[in-house]
């Protein structure tokens, strides 16, 4: 059984900046890659950044490419998310997600955390 626990979210203003943790439970490798992923309201979740095992590949939806950037400590079972010049348009539930690395489909989701940007 794995379990994931985001941290981190708030309210903040347009321009500012958050760091949100993603801490790791359970049977879970530092083969498999995690993600983040978001919910606005009324929307559907959608990927926005993941790392792979070693950490040295990583990707990001074009909208936040150069403006957040996805990390992890293998050591410590953790994943985070630093995301600077914040628009109101990344409002949202953020999730952290992980899968094994030869399967597309995240296997395992945190409960979220919500981020408010205010213009």
């Known amino acids: 059984q794995v379990q994931l626990v985001e941290s981190g979210g708030g309210l903040v203003q347009a321009g500012g900046s958050l760091r949100l943790s993603c801490a790791a439970s359970?049977?879970?490798?530092?083969?498999?890659?995690m993600g983040w992923f978001r919910q606005a309201p009324g929307k559907e979740r959608e990927f926005v950044a993941r790392?792979?095992?070693?950490?040295?590949?990583?990707s990001y939806k074009d909208s936040v490419k150069g403006r957040f950037t996805i990390s992890r400590d293998n050591a410590k079972n953790t994943v985070a998310l630093q995301m600077n010049s914040l628009k109101p348009e990344d409002t949202g539930v953020y999730y952290c997600?992980?899968?094994?690395?030869?399967?597309?489909?995240?296997?395992?989701w945190g409960q979220g955390t919500q981020v408010t940007v205010s213009s």
């Open positions: 359970g049977r879970i490798f530092s083969s498999y890659v």
């Open positions: 997600a992980v899968r094994k690395p030869d399967l597309s489909a995240y296997e395992y």
């Open positions: 790392i792979n095992s070693n950490g040295f590949s990583t």
